[in-house]
């Protein structure tokens, strides 16, 4: 009891208005980063759009999971705060771990497990749509045709699945979390921005094109505005030279795209190339409902 009653004043302590934004760094490039590491948190809401073949009612789904998820973050967070000091926030290297020894004792184990669990649970949702991702994008020729094949017997897109671990792979290099996390979301936003360009471009000059649903265009100039901010943010007043290579990451996509996929150059070796790979992985062209 008289545990509880400390942690409250210690978070009512941090709650005080005079204290709320103590040795805060105001830059432009410490907002963006913040802003990377608090939206990480929420990142996966648009896994749904990538398997909306099997989603019966999308808008539905989205709001019922993001409000839910939402909510329990919130909750999470603030039973962090009203537990952990702000000293502890930051020193902390697994805060839920912090936190469940010194709410649970000699039970903290169970958050280390129930981490664990979640991240299992998120890589799962992210592999099975980024997989998703790359087998209908080479169904459309727009990339590789060996990623649009199945596997003969299971049936499973494995040559999208293998690609998007190896890129995987590549992008914890840095091994560094907190740089991962920014480089991936500065790509993100860097392509959320061109999506969305797109999607104003088409909604203003072919207005009639068939849209499953629709939203009114202020949503779509708001979003991207804050994605050009967020892409522009960390390199504006603290440029660093990682953002050139994850500038020329995507800029290598290009490179490869056009003349191999676009232009189809030397389509006599990339065949050999589907041939045998389609020997060796055991997989065929996928059926349209797949």
């Known amino acids: 009891m008289v545990q509880v009653i400390k942690s409250s004043d210690v978070f009512m302590e941090n709650l005080k208005v005079e204290n709320s934004f103590k040795e ?16 990480w948190s929420y990142a996966g809401w648009y896994n ?27 909750l999470v967070n603030v039973s962090y705060l009203t537990v952990m000091t ?6 902390s290297t697994a805060v839920a771990v912090t936190w469940g020894n010194k709410v649970l004792g ?27 991702v790359c087998f209908v994008a080479a169904r459309e020729g ?4 060996i ?41 993100a936003w860097f392509f ?48 660093q030279i990682e953002y050139l290579y994850v500038a020329l990451f995507i800029l290598s996509g290009a490179i490869v795209y056009v003349p191999f996929i676009h232009f189809k150059l030397c389509p006599g070796m990339f065949d050999k190339v589907t041939t045998f790979l389609q020997l060796f992985l055991e997989v065929a062209p996928a059926e349209k409902n797949l």
């Open 24 to 39: 805060t760094d105001y830059s432009v490039s410490a907002l963006g980063m913040a802003f990377y590491q608090g939206l």
């Open 48 to 74: 749904l759009n990538y398997v909306r073949f099997w989603i019966v009612n999308l808008p539905r789904a989205l709001v019922i999971a993001i409000s839910l998820v939402t909510g329990l973050y919130l």
């Open 86 to 91: 702000p000293n502890e926030l930051m020193s």
């Open 106 to 132: 000699s039970w903290g184990w169970i958050m280390s497990l129930a981490a664990a669990l979640s991240a299992f649970g998120s890589l799962n949702g992210t592999f099975f749509s980024g997989g998703r």
């Open 142 to 145: 727009h990339m590789p045709d």
């Open 147 to 187: 990623l649009s094949m199945a596997h003969v017997h299971r049936l499973t897109p494995s040559p999208a699945l293998i690609f998007t671990t190896l890129i995987s792979l590549v992008v914890l290099i840095p091994g560094d979390f907190q740089s991962i996390v920014n480089y991936f979301s500065f790509t």
């Open 192 to 239: 959320y921005a061109v999506t969305l360009s797109g999607l104003i471009y088409l909604k203003i000059k072919k207005p009639e094109l068939p849209r499953p649903y629709s939203v009114p265009i202020v949503l779509p100039i708001l979003i991207l505005l804050v994605a050009i901010f967020l892409v522009l943010a960390p390199i504006i007043d603290q440029p």
